[in-house]
T-cell receptor
Framework: SAVISQKPSRDICQRGTSLTIQCQVD?????MFWYRQQPGQSLTLIAT?????????ESGFVIDKFPISRPNLTFSTLTVSNMSPEDSSIYLC?????????????FGPGTRLTVL | DQQVKQNSPSLSVQEGRISILNCDYT??????FLWYKKYPAEGPTFLIS?????DKNEDGRFTVFLNKSAKHLSLHIVPSQPGDSAVYFC??????????????FGQGTELSVKP
């Protein structure tokens, strides 16, 4: 299994500022993703982080607001830009591993963001 | 368009009894399904998965059943323990690599197991 760590675990930010969340996986993984879980809601996929190229964003999410990097197979960052209170959420990094007999997706502990 | 639905937001079960959590999906292209457990202030933890070539998968106290014709899956926990109290999410995907492996999640069911 893959163990995923995220930094920071939580933060309180002012409106209009930006926050970068880091995600580190302890092994090389096939794919990395970023999710958001708003209060009382399910997990919503923001984007797929592609190694060495631009991320693939889901409908409703754009690169200017959520720039993502993935410089190698085990590390990715998500930036939440020009924040507003509506961005208050838990942001989750996720990694998927494929193999001959395995196909599992793991999640980090999440970053709890509060925007004032 | 909610492709994966968990219609019961909460479920309360007595310790030692069976917990049954249900999940429905609408996209017939989904062929891989997973269940996750989530405690407050933690990320989701993978529990068990099932491929569409099977109709049942078992791992200890956890069993997942898949009914493809009804587009329905369920997670059975037997016997239920107080430590099982958490929010349970079902998720579905098209497992083929070129589909991107995106997981679509249901809304979650909060399970409470009472001593």
């Amino acid at each position: 299994s893959a163990v995923i760590s995220q930094k920071p675990s939580r933060d309180i930010c002012q409106r209009g500022t930006s926050l970068t969340i880091q995600c580190q996986v302890d092994s090389q993984v096939t794919m990395m993703f970023w999710y958001r879980q708003q209060p009382g809601q399910s997990l919503t996929l923001i984007a797929t982080a592609n190694q060495g190229s631009e991320a693939t964003y889901e409908s409703g999410f754009v690169i200017d607001k959520f720039p993502i990097s993935r410089p190698n197979l085990t590390f990715s960052t998500l930036t939440v830009s020009n924040m507003s209170p509506e961005d208050s959420s838990i942001y989750l990094c996720s990694a998927r591993q494929w193999g001959p007999s395995t196909d599992t997706q793991y999640f980090g502990p999440g970053t709890r963001l509060t925007v004032l | 368009d909610q492709q994966v639905k968990q219609n019961s937001p909460s479920l309360s079960v007595q310790e030692g009894r069976i917990s049954i959590l249900n999940c429905d999906y609408t996209n017939s292209m989904f062929d891989y399904f997973l269940w996750y457990k989530k405690y407050p202030a933690e990320g989701p933890t993978f529990l068990i998965s099932i491929s569409s070539i099977k109709d049942k998968n078992e791992d200890g106290r956890f069993t997942v059943f898949l009914n493809k014709s009804a587009k329905h899956l369920s997670l059975h926990i037997v016997p239920s323990q107080p430590g099982d109290s958490a929010v349970y999410f079902c998720a579905a995907s098209q497992s083929a690599y070129n589909q991107g492996g995106k997981l679509i999640f249901g809304q979650g069911t909060e399970l409470s197991v009472k001593p």
